[in-house]
């Protein structure tokens, strides 16, 4: 049955309801994994764990220093070069991913870009950032994703146990106004991902949504640094070590806490002092 989604008490609700009808739990290994955005960050240190289970695990990226990178780090990795941002190159992915893996069973949108954006100065952020390295947040953050689900899922129900993994991100639920298309493209993620989930209720897919906090990668390119920010937030290993156990726990929003960013935030109802900064 398929229920409206009215605020988080009825998510939470729809959340366990799901985590009761499943009786299969997730496995970490014995799987097939396709990671975008995996040749560094979040994606690389779940690609990591994933092999450490004893999955298959193929990763795209954009550029090729970055994925011969992450093979020499990790040489078990098969790498693809793909620009999810466009259309044709989504394609061929997933022509030469399920002509190379049959047995593919688990897809990550994982890719994603930061950009701070003014919209004081019109259009004027905008097109210096596409301009600059001609990547776009709604593309990447959102229209890649939902048209990646929608040329996957067919294969993905055909496989016995299959799971599809949205990155989406704590400011979607406390936004930042430096970062307004970013944060606006996680929170659309998280609604993709609640209306995925019902639709694919009854076949073998699950959809999981990790939402991590503030982790220290090379998402936003610097701009922290350029806000003033000392604390860069969680490593890789913090985050993901946790993330993986709460898969394998079926925990379909999976919310890793970083402590110090709680103990900014009481007494500030508004966000903690990193997220009210004025900028």
């Not at 004027?124 to 953050?141: K, P, T």
């Not at 639920?173 to 970013?182: K, R």
């Amino acid at each position: 049955m398929w229920i409206a989604i009215i605020g988080d008490k009825r998510t939470q609700i729809l959340r366990l309801h799901f985590h009761r009808r499943e009786e299969i739990i997730m496995k970490i290994g014995g799987n097939t994994v396709l990671i975008t955005g995996g040749a560094t960050g979040i994606g690389l240190a779940m690609a990591g764990e994933f092999l450490k289970a004893g999955s298959e695990v193929i990763i795209c990226g954009r550029t090729d220093e970055t994925l011969n990178q992450a093979k020499a780090r990790l040489p078990s990795l098969h790498i693809k070069k793909c620009d999810v941002a466009k259309e044709a190159e989504r394609e061929q992915l997933y022509e030469w991913a399920v002509a190379n893996f049959q047995n593919l069973n688990v897809l990550v949108n994982n890719a994603g870009i930061q950009r701070m954006i003014d919209f004081r100065k019109g259009t004027q952020d905008l097109l210096r950032h596409r301009a600059e390295d001609g990547e776009d947040e709604i593309g990447v953050n959102l229209k890649a994703p939902v048209y990646l689900t929608a040329l996957f899922t067919p294969h993905l129900m055909k496989q016995k146990e299959a799971a599809i993994i949205n990155v989406s991100s704590g400011l979607a639920f406390f936004p930042m106004a430096p970062m307004p298309v970013y944060c606006a493209t996680k929170a659309a993620v998280h609604t993709f991902c609640l209306t995925l989930r019902q639709q694919l209720e009854g076949t073998s897919v699950k959809v999981f949504e990790l939402i991590p906090p503030m982790v220290d990668t090379n998402l936003d390119k610097g701009a922290r640094k350029a806000r003033g920010q000392t604390y860069f937030g969680l490593t890789t290993d913090e985050f993901i070590i946790p993330a993986m156990k709460a898969f394998e726990n079926d925990e379909y929003e999976i919310r890793v806490q970083d402590p110090k960013l709680a103990a900014m935030r009481e007494g500030h109802p508004g966000g903690s002092p990193l997220e009210q900064k004025k900028w």
